[in-house]
C-alpha cells in the first residue's frame, strides 16, 4: 500500500525559507507524478506545484512562481517543495498528491 509523508514545516518569518519533503513507502517504481497542494484556513485546496514521472517536467501555480522550486530525488522516492521569499499568504497546510494517495499534511506558518 503505497503511503505520502509530508515533513518540514514549520514557523518561518516573512522573507524566510522552508524546505518540504514527501517521502513515498510502498512504491517499486520513482516514475510518479507528485503534486504538492495547499490549503489556508477559511478556503480551498489549491494547487502549488508539480513534477511529473517521467521528464521531471514542473509546473507551478502563478503565485510562487520565481520563490518555490519543485524537485525529486528518485533514489529516496522523496519530492521537495523549496520555498523562498515566503509570504503570510503562503501560510497553509501543504499536501502532496500523486494522483491516487495523499499525505496527511504538514503546517507552514508565515509570520510578518
Known amino acids: 500500500q503505497v503511503q505520502l509523508v509530508e515533513s518540514g514545516g514549520g514557523l518561518v518569518q516573512a522573507g524566510g525559507s522552508l524546505r518540504l519533503s514527501c517521502t513515498a513507502s510502498g512504491r517499486t517504481s520513482p516514475s510518479y507524478t507528485t503534486i504538492w497542494y495547499r490549503q489556508a484556513p477559511g478556503k480551498e485546496r489549491e494547487f502549488v506545484a508539480q513534477i511529473s514521472g517521467r521528464r521531471n517536467t514542473k509546473d507551478y501555480a502563478d503565485s510562487v512562481k520565481g520563490r518555490f522550486t519543485i524537485s525529486r530525488d528518485n533514489t529516496k522516492m522523496t519530492a521537495y517543495l523549496q520555498m523562498n521569499s515566503l509570504k503570510p499568504d503562503d501560510t497553509a497546510i501543504y499536501y502532496c498528491?500523486?494522483?491516487?494517495?495523499w499525505g496527511q499534511g504538514t503546517q507552514v506558518t508565515v509570520s510578518s
Open positions: 498528491s500523486d494522483y491516487d494517495h
